[in-house]
């Protein structure tokens, strides 16, 4: 139990030991492995205070499958913690515009400064790119998708930009 006691209080993937682009089923994989181990331990002969604990530990994994699990419901977390790649792995697990596009209200309601603080790094990103300057736009991209990474526009310029890098031929 002391790996999950030790990340406790940390964000799920970290809780989980994923990263944070980890895929559906990996983050499926993983909260049934913790599970299996940590109901395992109730056969032993524990502490009204360590049974306690695993209960708590218990149902944080849970939560954590539950909300790492559900495309939505992962999304928003993912944008509260500035994790656009998470995001991604929504997106491509089959998150609708529709749905992002509702999210991101629901994000900006929440943290409405997070639209202008994106906003300043799209425009960096947009001047990089008319230079030319792929990689500083991608950084700046980046920079405001930490942000605000359920804008769609600023996810699509990320996504155009990281595809032309990669097509470049190496010096």
Partial sequence: MAPYLSHLQQDYYTFLSLSQDAGFDAVRGRVRAALSELEGLRARQLSSAQRAL???????????????????????????????????????????????????REFLTRKPSAAGAA?????????????????????????GLAADPLD??????????RRALAQRPFP
Wanted: hydrophobic share 40%; glycine share 10%.
């Fill in 54 to 104: 695993l209960d708590s530990v218990l149902t944080r994994v849970r939560d954590a499958g539950e909300t790492l699990g559900n495309l939505t419901r992962r999304a928003l977390y993912d944008a509260g913690l500035g994790n656009f790649r998470g995001v991604e792995c929504c997106l491509a697990a089959g998150l609708t515009v529709t749905q992002l596009e509702t999210l991101h």
């Fill in 119 to 143: 906003r300043v790094h799209i425009l960096t990103g947009n001047a990089y790119e008319r230079d030319g300057q792929l990689a500083k736009a991608l950084d700046a991209y980046e920079r």
């Fill in 152 to 161: 769609l526009q600023l996810l699509q310029r990320y996504r155009t930009v």
